[in-house]
């Protein structure tokens, strides 16, 4: 298949944001009398761009680019543990702020890779059925509507897998819920720029593509 240059520049803003959302998600930031990691400010970018990915191209075309950030992601995890791991020079003496900023515990590694996948995939999957369930009309309910469920179980499932057993049961449930509504209130206030952007990719492509036989299976990466 031959990718548009459109195509191509999207998705490298899509690998972008996740791979800096996840390097900068380590400052936490002050919301109001909420706390939150300042990732909030890019990683909604992601969902945005997986909408416009999946309304357009479909959900087959969203599924590979789902995995492919989730190995760029991985490639640049991989580089920074071994850049951490070897031997700092003698003069070096910023060893702990780069462990500090860059050598995030593997609990949170893994709890941030499992939440990704889980959401993006949930988000593209509602998405794509909701689209043949309204034939194609009413393009701002899809996108808050797969954003709510795929945010809100991205948000669930990091918390919970990060921060169980060391954070109090209502702490967990706060902190969840404040990432899932300023990451939903982020897709509804970008409503106007999603539907500006797949207006232009569905003229410029010349593709609509409507899931209705589509196999859902995320592992599906040859359809």
Excluded at 19 to 29: E, F, P, R, Y
Aim: charged residues 15%; aromatic residues 12%; contains cysteine.
């Amino acid at each position: 298949m031959t990718y548009s240059s459109r195509f191509v520049a999207i998705v490298a803003i899509f690998v972008a944001s996740l791979i800096a959302s996840n390097i900068i998600a380590v400052k936490l930031v002050a919301i109001g009398s909420q706390v939150v990691p300042a990732a909030v400010i890019l990683f909604p970018v992601t969902y945005i761009i997986g909408d416009v990915l999946t309304e357009v191209y479909g959900f087959a075309t969203a599924r590979r680019v789902i995995w492919l950030g989730f190995l760029c992601n991985l490639l640049v995890v991989a580089a920074i543990w071994a850049a951490g791991a070897l031997p700092a020079a003698g003069f070096w003496e910023d060893g702990e702020a780069w462990a500090t900023i860059l050598g995030q515990a593997p609990r949170i590694l893994a709890a941030s890779f499992v939440a990704y996948l889980i959401g993006e995939f949930t988000n593209a999957f509602v998405l794509a059925k909701l689209k043949v369930a309204t034939e194609g009309r009413h393009l701002w309910l899809r996108t808050i509507g797969s954003t709510l469920v795929g945010q809100g179980l991205d948000s669930a499932v990091f918390i919970t897998l990060a921060f169980a057993g060391t954070l109090p049961t209502g702490a967990l449930v706060t902190a969840v819920v404040t990432q899932w509504l300023a990451k939903s209130a982020y897709e509804a206030a970008a409503t106007p720029l999603t539907y500006a952007a797949v207006g232009w990719l569905k003229r410029t492509e010349g593709v609509d593509v409507y899931d209705r036989d589509t196999r859902f299976n995320p592992i599906a990466l040859g359809d």
